[in-house]
Structure formats: structure tokens, C-alpha cells
């Protein structure tokens, strides 16, 4: 029997859910200059990773994650109303502090065209429907080991007052979390 060849890099996949309400709640005058964002405190974000990959914070906005230099980071960001009524667009992810561990972010696009959708005409969505899909992510390679504090920043939106099918700038915010790679 053949031994498995493993990449020596891994995809760490990061959820961000963001709690929109409370954002414009608190935060209720936000910029409206994406190279300005308003900052926030740590109460309305949550982060998930696998487990593997986590060393503090599971599911807060305070999420330390590890990763090792050629692993290959992914966010993906929503809101709670998972981006149908307010919704949110992760923008970048910029450097502030400490050793600088990420390349360059870029957004990348994967379109399914079976993915799955409940199926409306059912009264448990099942069997589902099949719907042309595009998902995306915010990504980058990681490029060498230390602990770096950045900037997750977003821009909000929020469904039109004049058209409930179109969905307007809210305005554009920030928090900080940590990588450790090493």
C-alpha cells in the first residue's frame, strides 16, 4: 500500500458573522470613506475556524488563530441575516502590528451551478432545489511565521428605504484580531 502524499500547506477557512443590528446600534454614524472605517468594539463579531487551527476565541471577534508560513487563509463574511437584509462585504484585511504575516489579500470566486437551495414548495426545503452559485472569499498566503495584529475591515449594507429589493451603503467599520504563525 502507497503511502498519502500531504501538502505541507493547508486552506484555513475563517467565518465572519457579523451582528448588523448591533453595529447600527452602537455605531450609528459610521464613515463613509472605505480608507477611513469606523472602528468598533469586540461585541457584534464572530469568527470561526476549524478547530484545528484555534488557539483562542472560537466564535468572537477576538478569534487567535494559527497557521504555519504557505498555508492559504480564506474570510468569508455575512451578516446574521446572512447578507439578505443588512449585508456585509470584508473589504481588507490590513496590517498594524507586529510581524507582518499575510501577503497581499485578494477575492476569489468559486461558482456552483448545482449548488443547493431549500426547496420553497416543501414544507422542510427537502429534496432541495438546484440554483447557480457564485461564493467568495477574501484570501491570502501566508508568508512567514509571528504574531500579527490586523484590521478586519467591512463595508455595511442595508435594504433601501425607497426599494426593498435594493440594498445601499450603510457605511464601512474595523476591528482587530490576531494571527500566531508558527
Do not use: C
Not at 451582528?19 to 450609528?28: F, H, I, L, R, W
Not at 441575516?81 to 490590513?94: F, P, R, V
Not at 496590517?95 to 476569489?108: E, I, L, P
Request: charged share 15%.
Amino acid at each position: 500500500m502507497e503511502a498519502e502524499l500531504k501538502a505541507s500547506s493547508q486552506e484555513i477557512d475563517i467565518l465572519v458573522v457579523i451582528d448588523t443590528d448591533y453595529v447600527k446600534s452602537n455605531y450609528p454614524n459610521p464613515s463613509q470613506d472605505p480608507n477611513n472605517p469606523t472602528g468598533i468594539d469586540h461585541n457584534s463579531q464572530h469568527m470561526i475556524a476549524s478547530n484545528a487551527n484555534v488557539v483562542s476565541g472560537q466564535g468572537t471577534a477576538d478569534l487567535n488563530f494559527s497557521a504555519r508560513a504557505g498555508d492559504f487563509v480564506a474570510f468569508r463574511g455575512t451578516s446574521i441575516y446572512q447578507n439578505s437584509d443588512d449585508a456585509i462585504i470584508i473589504y481588507n484585511i490590513k496590517y498594524w502590528s507586529g510581524d507582518q504575516v499575510f501577503n497581499s489579500f485578494v477575492y476569489d470566486a468559486v461558482t456552483r451551478q448545482q449548488a443547493v437551495v431549500p426547496n420553497y414548495d416543501s414544507s422542510n426545503g427537502l429534496p432541495p432545489n438546484y440554483a447557480s452559485i457564485t461564493f467568495s472569499s477574501f484570501d491570502s498566503k501566508v508568508r512567514n511565521t509571528g504574531t500579527e495584529n490586523f484590521y478586519v475591515q467591512f463595508a455595511l449594507y442595508t435594504i433601501d428605504p425607497n426599494n426593498s429589493n435594493k440594498q445601499i451603503l450603510y457605511g464601512y467599520y474595523y476591528w482587530d484580531p490576531t494571527i500566531t504563525v508558527k
